[in-house]
């Protein structure tokens, strides 16, 4: 099992940077892909960024390639999402997931690969 707690989020205005935060527990957590997902209004959840276990390879939705940079630290099993020059399309609620384990090699963006959720957090973007 894997709790996840994200925070971080809050209203920002465009052009501005945020860094959300997932805190990750459980006894197979260093062993799991880790993803940022989000949900905006309306619109299904989408993938954002992922890291696999080790940190060593990652992965990113097009429109954020060059914005966010997704990290994450294996001393406190935290994983990072640095959003940078954020827009008013970037608004949604961004969810932390990770995988079932064990130290796989790639990072899928079906959400249907993750396993555990957490609660989300929200960013607002004005313009």
């Known amino acids: 099992q894997v709790q996840l707690i994200e925070s971080g989020g809050g209203l920002v205005q465009a052009g501005d940077s945020v860094r959300l935060s997932c805190a990750a527990s459980?006894?197979?957590?260093?062993?799991?892909?880790l993803a940022w997902f989000r949900q905006a209004p309306g619109k299904e959840r989408e993938f954002v960024a992922g890291?696999?276990?080790?940190?060593?390879?990652?992965k990113y939705l097009d429109s954020v390639k060059g914005r966010f940079t997704i990290s994450r630290d294996l001393t406190n099993n935290t994983m990072y999402l640095q959003m940078n020059t954020l827009k008013p399309e970037d608004t949604a609620v961004y969810y932390c997931?990770?995988?079932?384990?064990?130290?796989?090699?790639?990072?899928?963006?079906?959400?249907?690969?993750?396993?555990?959720w957490g609660q989300g957090t929200q960013v607002t973007v004005s313009s």
């Open positions: 890291i696999i276990w080790n940190g060593s390879r990652t």
């Open positions: 997931a990770a995988d079932s384990g064990y130290w796989s090699n790639s990072v899928t963006d079906d959400e249907g690969d993750y396993d555990y």
């Open positions: 459980g006894q197979a957590v260093v062993t799991c892909t």
